[in-house]
């Protein structure tokens, strides 16, 4: 992903939940942002849905309106049902099934 996405835009890549959480709170923190997050729901340590929930609350305590909040694209083997059934309101902006259609994924950022 990290790959694809270089050639359009800065990208930071994360390993997991856990350290994307972790970069967006530092990005933040620094005056920064990021415009979109991708995130796989299944990944080591913290899962995709833990890390778009901690992300979201992250920036209601920090009071980010909605219309500010960062973009972020549900990228899953997972059918989008099964996504939806893990969280509690849908907490995402886009969502795409794996494998990626590359230029779908691109034309939706360009887009926005």
């Given amino acids: 992903m990290e790959a694809i ?13 856990m350290e994307a959480v972790a970069k967006f709170k ?12 991708c995130l796989d729901i299944c990944m080591p340590i913290m899962d995709g849905n833990t890390a778009l929930s901690l992300i ?3 920036e209601k305590k920090i009071q980010i309106s909605e219309l500010d909040a960062v973009k972020i694209i549900v990228i899953s ?7 939806m059934r893990n969280i509690s309101v849908k ?3 886009k969502y795409f099934k ?10 939706y ?3 926005k």
């Fill in 91 to 93: 907490q995402y902006d």
């Fill in 5 to 17: 996405l270089n050639k359009y835009a800065k990208c930071d890549f994360a390993i997991n939940g």
């Fill in 109 to 111: 950022i360009q887009n």
């Fill in 56 to 58: 979201r609350e992250y």
């Fill in 26 to 37: 530092v990005a933040l923190d620094n005056g920064g942002s990021y415009d979109y997050i």
């Fill in 77 to 83: 083997a997972l059918d989008e049902a099964d996504i």
């Fill in 98 to 107: 794996e494998p990626i259609n590359v230029e779908r994924l691109v034309a």
